[in-house]
């Protein structure tokens, strides 16, 4: 493939420019449910609903409506009190300066007057101080409960959610995009009232001062707001597409950090370096378009300002020579004009802030319209206690319709029995085990649990009774005793350790510098591969669900390590319905019913003689005549 072409290959995987569409929920084997790769969708553009954007983030402020009149009040007070200091210019150059009657100045008079506009200066900061601290509460509130609103979103989210889009990604909302958000809300928002307020004010001191000046300064206002108007707008799109772009690098970053040893194990350094040059370049171009247009909104307002000071200046002055207009009232007149185009330069720029602000709110507001988990049904009961009958009676399902991955699965496991699935990859055994939890929604047919349909029972009461052991060992930052214990929170010490003995856990804990109160972090990464999966089985055993799942528990572990893990499993799996998935068929010999599947269908089932006696696809498998594909 050349450079190009794996360009544009990177570009719809990672949601660059040319990714059109999202990526939507598939099955296993790359059709972007579990097994498949995730993509983001990473639509490109100006935000789309930009007023029902704004309205939404002010309702995060509304929490906070008295700070934020208080702010608003303070931001009056203070563009009050720079309007009048800049006016008591005129009547203490033409009073005490330069006297219009000719009389010589006064210099106790001036000094007076200008120890009254330090006091109308000394109100105006004070002011200001207050509400940039205010204001700061305001947004550090408002983005606390975004913050929370959004994490608690993501708790509500479906399974298939997180199979279809990158974990960085979803990262990037969190820090990059609300970070933006915060910027707007503590300082953005109070300058752009600030800015419109001191224009207004300003304006009308202008018309009262001098009409003829005023009108001269109008006249390049249209210009300032069309020169300002088109370079915001190219703003508006490419700080949308800086944050969209943002999303995708980060996206990458985190699956190449996570898979960092598959990468060394198959060099692919250079491919991983080159491919995260692509995607930063990316950005690069993208950040230079936002910043250079959110840049220059400043020099060409300035230099606007620049002309409209000086054409002011020169017929101000001809106005003092030849109508006699007050040296005090050019003096202040001119100090207007500065001002006037401050508040316009400033408001442009911030819209830029506010485009780059909106961008990163759509994105969040995007996780957060997601559709939830389907609530439970009227009248859903919580089973308690669940004794762990599981009957799938002509199940059909498919990860998105038109492609369906189980077709017509029938079986029965009663409490205390040991289930296996064994096939190829991608026949559907573990899709199996994630109907058992709801995480997906089956088409037709039925499960139920104890006679109970599981659609009328309630997830929490459904998944409490349900324990998982996976492949995919799982350590959160805490204590030893802490990752048993989240297994079931209400756990005792006791109960803690006598779970770690059921997974033969409780001997290597021990040898630990702090035995159950060794601190563990990045997963687990102090332990070794197996000691990491037997306190998933502590944690599993812990939680006393009389279901268990495990989905080729022992496949990353040595031979030895995976007797030891097999005999905690024997003991975990006692007086439970357990049903298990493996890659190593000597695993599920003492199986009470084997099922072998193929496409999604059961094409083989019964114990572990039956199936070699029936010399089949089971035999194959087991004997080694057919590796699993």
């Given amino acids: 493939m050349d450079a190009e072409a794996r360009k544009k290959s990177l570009k719809r995987r990672y949601g660059g420019r040319a ?13 972007g449910g579990p097994g498949g790769r995730r993509r983001m969708s990473m639509a490109k553009g100006k935000p789309k609903e930009m007023k029902k954007t704004i309205g939404r ?13 208080l702010a608003l009040f303070c931001v009056v007070v203070n563009t009050a009190a720079n309007l009048a200091g800049s006016y008591m210019l005129r009547p203490i150059i033409n009073t005490y300066i330069a006297p219009v009657d000719g009389s010589r100045g006064d210099a106790a008079g001036l000094a007076r007057a200008l120890v009254v506009m330090a006091c109308v200066y000394a109100v105006g900061i004070w002011t ?7 204001m700061l509460t305001v947004a550090q509130n408002a983005l606390q409960r975004l913050r929370d609103e959004l994490f608690i979103k993501l708790q509500a989210l479906p399974v298939r959610y997180y199979d279809t889009n990158a974990n960085g990604d979803i990262m990037s909302r969190f820090t990059n995009d609300v970070d933006t958000i915060g910027n707007m809300l503590s300082s953005t928002l109070v300058q752009l009232f600030s800015g419109a307020l001191s224009l207004v004010g300003t304006f009308l001191l202008m018309v009262y001062t001098n009409v003829y000046l005023t009108v001269v300064t109008l006249l390049l206002i249209p210009v300032m707001m069309k020169a300002g108007g088109g370079v915001a707008r190219r703003s508006q799109r490419f700080f949308s597409a800086q944050q969209y772009s943002l999303g995708a690098l980060n996206g990458y970053i985190e699956e190449t950090v996570t898979g960092q040893k598959v990468v060394k194990v198959f060099c692919h350094e250079d491919v991983a370096e080159e491919e995260f040059r692509l995607l930063n370049e990316e950005l690069r171009d993208d950040q230079i378009r936002a910043q250079f247009f959110g840049g220059i909104m400043g020099p060409v307002m300035g230099n606007l300002s620049q002309v409209n000071y000086s054409l002011t200046a020169c017929i101000g002055g001809l106005l003092c020579v030849l109508k006699g207009f007050d040296v005090g009232g050019l003096t202040v007149f001119l100090n207007f004009s500065r001002q006037f185009s401050r508040p316009i330069n400033e408001i442009s720029i911030q819209i830029s802030n506010v485009f780059s602000a909106l961008a990163g709110a759509e994105r969040v507001f995007k996780v957060m319209d997601e559709e939830p988990e389907p609530a439970d049904r009227a009248g859903a009961k919580a089973l308690e206690p669940m004794e762990g009958h599981v009957v799938f009676d002509h199940v059909t399902f498919g990860y998105v319709p038109e492609k369906v991955i189980l077709k017509n699965i029938s079986l029965y496991a009663k409490p205390g029995q040991k289930i296996a ?5 991608g026949a559907g055994k573990t899709t199996i085990t994630n109907l058992i939890n709801r995480f997906y929604d089956i088409q037709s047919g039925t499960i139920t649990i104890d006679g109970v349909d599981i659609k009328d029972i309630k997830r929490d009461s459904l998944r409490q009774n349900i324990a998982m052991v996976l492949q995919d060992t799982h350590l959160f930052t805490g204590t030893v005793r802490e990752n048993i214990r989240y297994g ?5 010490d006791e109960e803690v350790e006598q779970a770690a003995r059921t997974a033969s856990a409780h001997s290597f804990i021990m040898r630990l510098p702090k035995g159950y109160d060794t601190m563990l972090e990045g ?39 995976e007797k030891h893990i097999e005999h ?30 193929e496409n999604g269908e059961i094409i083989e089932r019964g114990d572990h003689d039956d199936l070699l006696a029936q010399n089949g696809r089971y035999h194959e498998l087991y004997t080694g005549l057919s590796e699993l594909e």
């Fill in 421 to 425: 699935f064994v096939g190829s990859t």
């Fill in 568 to 597: 905690s499993m024997d003991r975990l799996m006692k007086d439970r319905t357990t049903f298990v998935i493996a890659h190593r068929l000597s695993t599920v010999r003492n199986a009470n019913a084997i099922m072998v599947l």
């Fill in 19 to 31: 990714a059109k569409a999202p990526a939507g929920p598939g099955g296993p084997g790359g059709h």
């Fill in 523 to 561: 997963d687990g990464a102090n332990l070794s591969q197996g000691q990491r999966q037997l306190l998933n089985i502590a944690r599993a055993a812990i939680s006393k669900a009389p279901i268990l799942i495990l989905d080729e528990a022992t496949s990353s572990v040595d031979t030895r390590t």
């Fill in 57 to 69: 983030l002010m309702g995060y402020l509304s929490a906070d409506r008295s700070k934020m009149i």
């Fill in 128 to 134: 200001n101080y207050l509400q940039a601290k205010v």
């Fill in 488 to 492: 079931r929170l209400d756990a005792t």
